[in-house]
C-alpha cells in the first residue's frame, strides 16, 4: 500500500511538472507555414539538381529471354513544383502535397538482348508526379523541438523519354524497356528520399541549444514544456521560459501564470513571453548579486563626491567630519525586483537600500548613514542581431532614512544629489549591461525580419517575419 501511494505520488508531481504553464509561446502561422514550404521546396529542388543519383541497372522479361539495361550517370536537370500546398491536421501534424511537379533528368543507358546491344544519352521528361505527406511533431527527451515522416506516398504519371539519334523501331523497343525501372525507381524511393530529408532537419532541430548563457551570471532554458499543440490555423509551442543563475538550475520562487496569445495571424511567427518570464530573470540576476553596486571616487564619471559636498547640505555630516573625505556608496537590492508587465507598460520596481562611507586616509571606511530606496522605472525594449534589448529608465525614487551616525536629519535635503547620482552613475551602468541583449530563441538559420513589439497585460509579444540564410 505504500509502494502504491508512493507512486501515484511521483506520478502527481511529474504530471504536474509536465502541465506546468510557459514562460514562453511560440505560434507558428499559416503564413509562417507558407514560407517554409517555399524555402523547403526551394532548398529540396536544389539539393535533387546537385545529386548524384546511383545507377540503375537489371532486366525485364522479352519473349523467351531478359532485356538487360543499365542506367547511370543520372543527373536531374530541371525540377519544378507548380502546385504544392501545406496545411495543418489538428492533433496530429503537418500535410504537404505537392501536385503535377515536373522533373528532366539526362542520363546514359545501355541494353543488351540475346539479339542485339545498343547505348546512347537520353533525356526523360517526367511529368504529372504526386506526393503526399505527412509529418509529426513529437517532443523528445530533452526538451528538442522535433519532426519525423508518418506517412508518405507518392504517384507518377508521364513519363516521356527521347533517346538521342534513335529512330523507329528500335527507339520504341527501347524506350519501353527503359520506362518500366525509372517508374519503378521514382515511386520506390521518393519517400525514402523525403525522410531522409527530415531526419536531416530532425538532426538540425536536436542539435539547437535549448540551454543559452545570457552572460557570465545567468542563462535561460528554451526547452518545449510540452508537445506542440496543432490546430487548423497555427501549432503552439509552449516553453519552459526560465531564467537561472547561471550552473544553478533550481527552480524560482514563482509559479507560472497562464496567458493566452491573441488571435492574429499577420505576421508567421508570434513569440510570446510571460511576466513569470522575466520574474524569473529578476531573481537569477537578484541571486548572482547584479543588482548591487558600489560608487566611488575612482569610479565616479562626473565629480568627485566627498564629504565635504554631502557636508554643505547636511550640517550633521559637516559636524562629524570636518576634514574632507572621499564618499564610497554601496547599493544593493534588498529585496527580489518586482517586474509587471501592463498595456503598452514594462514597469520594474526596485526595493533596496544606499549606505554612505567616508573614506579614511589609511583605506578603511567608516559608515555614515544608511537610506531606504525605493525606485520605479519602466524598461523600452527593442530587438537588434536576433537579441532583445533594453533601456532603463528611472521615473520615481523615494528615500528614507534607516540608519545614522551623524545624527538624525532630513533626508529631502538629499533627495537631489542622490537623485543625481543614480541618474548618471547607476543606470547608465544598468543600460550598459542592458545593451549587450537577451538572446532569443535559437531559430537556426532563420533571422527575424520586421519584428514589432507589443507590452499587454501579463505577457510581451514579438510579432515578425522570418527570412532563411543559406
Not at 516553453?239 to 501564470?257: C, F
Request: charged content about 15%; glycine content about 6%.
Amino acid at each position: 500500500m505504500v509502494k502504491i501511494r508512493c507512486s501515484l505520488l511521483v506520478l502527481s508531481l511529474l504530471s504536474v511538472h509536465l502541465n506546468a504553464n510557459p514562460g514562453l509561446k511560440v505560434r507558428i502561422t499559416q503564413k509562417g507555414l507558407e514560407y517554409a514550404k517555399e524555402v523547403g521546396l526551394e532548398i529540396l529542388k536544389q539539393n535533387m539538381e546537385k545529386e548524384h543519383f546511383p545507377d540503375l541497372s537489371g532486366y525485364e522479361k522479352y519473349g523467351l529471354g531478359n532485356v538487360k539495361y543499365n542506367i547511370s550517370r543520372i543527373h536531374i536537370t530541371a525540377v519544378e513544383f507548380p502546385g504544392a500546398s501545406i496545411s495543418l491536421i489538428p492533433e496530429t501534424g503537418i500535410k504537404l502535397v505537392i501536385g503535377n511537379a515536373s522533373l528532366t533528368i539526362d542520363m546514359n543507358w545501355n541494353i543488351r538482348t540475346w539479339m542485339f546491344k545498343d547505348s546512347g544519352r537520353s533525356t526523360v521528361y517526367i511529368s504529372k508526379v504526386f506526393v503526399t505527406a505527412i509529418f509529426s511533431t513529437p517532443l523528445d527527451n530533452t526538451g528538442h523541438p522535433s519532426i519525423s515522416l508518418t506517412s508518405c506516398r507518392t504517384t507518377s504519371g508521364d513519363i516521356d523519354i527521347k533517346l538521342n539519334g534513335k529512330r523507329g523501331f528500335l527507339h520504341n523497343f527501347f524506350i519501353k524497356y527503359l520506362k518500366k525501372p525509372i517508374h519503378r525507381s521514382l515511386v520506390t524511393n521518393s519517400c525514402p528520399n523525403i525522410r531522409s530529408g527530415i531526419q536531416l532537419i530532425d538532426e538540425d532541430l536536436r542539435s539547437l541549444n535549448v540551454l543559452m548563457p545570457i552572460d557570465d551570471l545567468a542563462e535561460v532554458d528554451y526547452s518545449l514544456n510540452s508537445l506542440p499543440a496543432v490546430f487548423r490555423p497555427f501549432i503552439d509551442l509552449d516553453l519552459k521560459g526560465i531564467v537561472y543563475p547561471a550552473g544553478n538550475h533550481t527552480g524560482p520562487p514563482y509559479a507560472a501564470a497562464p496567458f493566452i496569445i491573441p488571435d492574429q495571424s499577420d505576421s508567421m511567427l508570434y513569440l510570446a513571453f510571460s511576466e513569470y518570464f522575466f520574474q524569473t530573470s529578476s531573481f537569477a540576476y537578484y541571486t548572482a548579486g547584479a543588482f548591487n553596486i558600489t560608487i566611488a571616487e575612482e569610479t565616479c564619471s562626473y565629480y568627485n563626491i566627498s564629504t565635504e559636498i554631502f557636508g554643505s547640505i547636511i550640517p550633521e555630516v559637516a559636524k562629524y567630519s570636518v576634514t574632507p573625505y572621499p564618499v564610497m556608496m554601496k547599493l544593493m537590492a534588498t529585496e527580489i525586483p518586482i517586474i509587471s508587465l501592463e498595456q503598452d507598460s514594462f514597469m520594474v520596481e526596485i526595493q533596496g537600500s544606499m549606505e554612505v562611507f567616508a573614506v579614511l586616509p589609511d583605506s578603511t571606511t567608516q559608515s555614515l548613514f544608511t537610506m531606504n530606496v525605493t525606485a520605479n522605472t519602466s524598461i523600452a525594449l527593442n530587438i537588434f542581431d536576433q537579441k532583445l534589448m533594453g533601456s532603463l529608465c528611472l521615473n520615481r525614487l523615494q528615500f528614507s532614512l534607516a540608519h545614522s551616525n551623524v545624527g538624525f536629519f532630513e533626508i529631502s535635503l538629499l533627495e537631489n544629489i542622490l537623485s543625481y547620482i543614480l541618474q548618471t552613475e547607476v543606470i547608465p551602468s544598468a543600460n550598459a549591461k542592458l545593451s549587450k541583449g537577451f538572446p532569443l530563441p535559437n531559430l537556426a538559420k532563420l533571422t527575424l525580419t520586421r519584428p514589432h513589439i507589443t507590452i499587454a497585460q501579463g505577457y510581451m509579444l514579438i510579432s515578425t517575419d522570418v527570412h532563411y540564410k543559406q
